[in-house]
């Protein structure tokens, strides 16, 4: 099984042109189900992909549930299971997948956190009360606000990456696809007095590819580009003084797209700027919006007092 799995991870890379990181979750995954599997059956000293059968993942999911281990982590490392044995079915390696027949683990329904327009505001202003590296910080929240990207996508911007004259940043996402979002003149003009303060050249974009500069924006006191940890830190540090409690960089991502749509922008336009390859994926952004209206109305209307009817009104069919 080792060898499969090697295979998986080259396939994962450089074919797939996954992510380190998920081709770390799914070497982890794939590591520990051939760890319970050598448990469960000593006798074995070399473990054939093809000898595993669906009760052989079921005993796996259960041992999992046995351990408390979230249904979420459940799900994931079911899902890490079906996507190797695809591809080992496509490499002539096995005849069927084992983990075809099983069930996803039932997923907890919540709605991600998402901060209020007053909050978010709020958060812009904070690294105006710190010293050193204020001027990043404030570029960085506002970068992350105006343009939705993913951490990820805001640590790989480059000087060139930057169309200010247009109102465009260049973003590298997941699977090395790349988009074109817009961005804000507030959190334009926050990039540019960073980069005047770190006497960096005037933001730009070059009319040829041999002029392109590869200086990342968001850098670390070492001069090199920030960490999507360093990043999440950051997001931590300043957004703990707001009333709910510090917040991930991707709870900015979620308020952007839920403040465009309560503005009355389409799912559509909005399915592009994140990112999304299906629009179902955006569409939870629906629903968010409606239960934050509900949760207004029934907070501040005097007559509101009704937990039910926002449920009844929602489930009525027409």
């Known amino acids: 099984m080792d060898k499969a799995i090697r295979s998986f991870m080259t396939f994962l890379e450089l074919e797939r042109h996954a992510s380190p990181e998920t081709v770390r979750n799914y070497a982890s995954d794939l ?12 006798g074995i000293p070399m473990l054939d992909p093809a000898t595993v059968h669906t009760e052989s993942i079921r005993g796996y999911l259960h041992w999992l549930n046995r ?5 979420t982590s459940m799900a994931r490392k079911l899902s890490a299971l079906r996507s190797f044995y695809r591809y080992l079915q496509r490499e002539g390696m096995v005849g069927l997948n084992p983990a075809d027949a099983i069930k996803m683990p039932k997923q907890p329904k919540h709605l991600p956190r998402v901060l209020s327009k007053d909050d978010a505001a709020a958060l812009m202003e904070f ?3 710190q010293e050193g590296g204020s001027l990043r910080d404030r570029a960085l929240l506002e970068t992350l606000y105006s343009t939705g990207a993913r951490v990820s996508e805001l640590v790989g911007i480059d000087l060139d990456d930057l169309r200010a004259s247009e109102g465009l940043v260049h973003l590298r996402g997941k699977g090395r696809k790349e988009r074109i979002v817009p961005i804000g003149d507030v959190a334009l003009r926050a990039i540019q007095a960073y980069l005047d303060q770190q006497r960096l050249v ?3 974009y070059p009319t040829t590819k ?3 500069v590869s200086l990342p924006i968001f850098r670390n006191s070492r001069g090199g580009r ?3 940890r360093s990043v999440a830190r950051i997001v ?5 003084r707001l009333a709910g409690g510090s917040v991930s960089p991707h709870t900015l991502r979620h308020s952007f797209a839920t403040h465009l749509l309560d503005e009355g922008a389409d799912l559509r336009s909005i399915q592009e700027m994140l990112g999304h390859v299906s629009l179902s994926t955006t569409q939870k952004y629906t629903h968010l919006a409606t239960d934050q209206l509900l949760a207004v109305y029934d907070k501040t209307h005097p ?4 937990p039910a009817i926002a449920r009844v009104v929602k489930d009525d069919k027409p």
């Open 210 to 212: 041999t002029t392109r």
């Open 303 to 306: 007559r509101a007092g009704r």
């Open 127 to 129: 690294p105006a009360d």
């Open 31 to 42: 590591r520990q189900f051939q760890t319970f599997m050598k448990v469960e059956h000593p």
């Open 226 to 228: 920030l960490t999507t």
């Open 67 to 71: 351990k408390d281990e979230k249904s």
């Open 236 to 240: 931590a540090r300043y957004s703990n």
């Open 202 to 204: 005037k933001i730009r």
